[in-house]
């Protein structure tokens, strides 16, 4: 069974609605968090055997804040575990990524509902900061003090 049908089967199963454009390998989620709506893009690679998630927020990162957004994000980075924050710098896109190598290997049921969920708690996790740095007068260093005070 090819990894694009798992996937499409076990988010079935599991009562999720979505998204999916079978000849590209792609599924669209739309998932409340609760700080936030996210969009999240899971690419099927067949011939990669791998999964990948994008979870992407609706708002985009003004020109002004980009730099200090790549410092706040940075600082996230270094201590995580599963996925990353990225940023388009040229449309101020920001995304979280988490990956899933399935080399000779069917995903279970969970792998798939982790790689969707590590992304959007990870990205919910962040968001409040993030907004506080470019919306408020927060520094990038106060804005991922304020996401971790509570963890």
């Known amino acids: 069974m090819s990894l694009f049908r798992v996937l499409y089967e076990i988010l079935s199963q599991n009562g999720w609605e979505f998204d999916f454009d079978?000849?590209?390998?792609?599924?669209k989620l739309e998932i409340r968090g609760i700080n936030?709506?996210?969009h999240a893009f899971l690419?099927?690679?067949e011939e990669q055997e791998s999964l990948l998630c994008n979870t992407h927020i609706k708002q985009t990162i003004p020109a002004s804040k980009r730099l200090?957004?790549?410092?706040?994000?940075?600082?996230?980075?270094?201590?995580?575990?599963?996925?990353?924050?990225e940023m388009d710098m040229e449309n101020g896109e920001i995304r979280y990524r988490t990956f899933l190598d399935?080399?000779?290997?069917?995903p279970s049921q969970d792998q798939i509902l982790n790689i969707v969920w590590n992304g959007v708690l990870g990205f919910d996790?962040?968001?409040?900061?993030?907004?506080?740095?470019?919306?408020?007068?927060?520094?990038?260093?106060?804005?991922?003090a304020f996401c971790i005070e509570d963890i």
């Open 22 to 27: 079978n000849k590209n390998g792609i599924i």
């Open 102 to 106: 399935l080399s000779d290997a069917q």
């Open 36 to 38: 936030t709506d996210f």
């Open 125 to 144: 996790t962040y968001y409040p900061g993030l907004m506080k740095l470019v919306y408020g007068d927060y520094s990038a260093e106060e804005a991922v």
């Open 43 to 45: 690419f099927v690679d």
């Open 68 to 85: 200090e957004v790549c410092d706040f994000m940075s600082r996230v980075n270094y201590e995580l575990a599963n996925g990353n924050l």
